[in-house]
């Protein structure tokens, strides 16, 4: 049987698509499964255990998803494949004409996204599942429902190359890293998300004095994301390693699996942390970690102005709310 996913949705959402292939192969063992994903993932897919991956560029105009030297995927053996179930997690007109490219036998998406334009007549089920009251793992393994598989609470799982673990250790090495270290991932590409720069490196500092723990700072190259980072360095007393611009998505996953201690904000690389059971400490402001947070039990969620159990309708506060004190007293219960 073959299986398409199409998730070309926000790099966090594909990794918390990897529950939905791990419940795939322990249902189905001889399913071939092909992921399509959006290509800020692209390095990342050989992580994910399919059997086939291809990225998606979005492109703009929606003419260019035709175009070979953007979606070389059109030229593959991807169109009319005749897949028994191409599961569509996005819901946007791009990812319902990659679905009737694929030709699939079955093609299913989300109840929420029926009254949408042709929808009735792109997809043969929809799937009742509330994007609201389910975190998002779950709320990706529901769309096996109509494969026959009902799970709950499946973990993620991603799988390294020994190569990526290699060049990694070699990154390390240059920068004389040598036994454990912190991964500290502070930004995101929304401001509203930022925790003040400050207060991060109180706690770096708070992880070389208790744990002795030296702190890599990981981040994109954004120009908002730099300054942030570059404003946590000027308020350190200690030494770091910055490696933000340096890694790649499966460099960066790589980076966090052998990590002592992961901190950082609701983004893709806390789900990375995750992912791997690190032991780590996520911040959350205006997002609900009910739907997000991580699920782990070697992590802890602080929420500004909430505190667990999270519901579904809680409201956060701005993250200048989440004090210090709150986050090292998470630290010590994940560490100690």
């Given at each position: ?5 199409v ?13 939905v ?14 992921v ?13 255990g ?57 093609r299913?998406?989300?109840?929420r ?31 096996l ?12 799982e ?11 250790r070699?990154k390390?090495?240059?920068h ?38 030296t702190?890599?700072l ?20 200690v ?22 201690f ?11 942390a ?5 032991s780590?400490v ?9 739907q ?33 004190t ?11």
């Amino acid at each position: 049987m073959k299986v398409l996913l199409v998730q070309v949705k926000r790099i966090g959402d594909l990794i918390l698509t990897t529950p939905v292939i791990k419940a795939l192969r322990a249902a189905k063992p001889h399913c071939h499964i092909t992921v399509i994903a959006d290509s800020s993932a692209a390095s990342l897919l050989p992580a994910l255990g399919a059997d086939q991956t291809w990225t998606f560029e979005r492109a703009g105009l929606l003419a260019n998803l035709f175009r070979p030297s953007i979606n070389p995927w059109i030229k593959s053996d991807l169109p009319f494949s005749e897949f028994a179930y191409c599961l569509d997690f996005t819901g946007t007109d791009r990812s319902a004409l990659v679905s009737v490219l694929a030709g699939g036998s079955k093609r299913v998406t989300y109840e929420r996204f029926r009254k949408k334009f042709l929808r009735p007549q792109i997809y043969q089920q929809f799937v009742d599942s509330s994007v609201r009251l389910r975190h998002t793992a779950d709320h990706h393994t529901d769309l096996l429902r109509p494969l026959g598989i009902e799970v709950e609470n499946v973990p993620m799982e991603l799988h390294l190359p020994e190569l990526v673990h290699a060049e990694v250790r070699a990154k390390l090495e240059n920068h004389e890293i040598e036994g454990a270290y912190a991964v500290i991932h502070a930004g995101t590409a929304r401001l509203e998300k930022y925790w003040e720069a400050a207060r991060w490196a109180h706690v770096i500092e708070f992880l070389r004095s208790q744990y002795g723990l030296t702190t890599i700072l990981t981040g994109s190259v954004d120009p908002a994301e730099q300054q942030h980072l570059a404003d946590i360095k000027a308020a350190l007393k200690v030494p770091c390693v910055d490696l933000s611009g340096e890694t790649d998505l499966i460099e960066l996953a790589t980076l966090i699996s052998g990590a002592r201690f992961f901190g950082g904000v609701d983004t893709a690389a806390m789900h990375l942390a995750d992912a791997f059971h690190v032991s780590s400490v996520a911040l959350f402001g205006p997002t609900n970690p009910f739907q997000w947070r991580p699920r782990s039990l070697r992590s802890a969620v602080v929420r500004a102005d909430t505190a667990e159990p999270f519901t579904p309708d809680q409201k956060g506060g701005p993250m200048t709310d989440i004090a210090v004190t709150d986050v090292l007293k998470a630290i010590e219960r994940v560490l100690d």
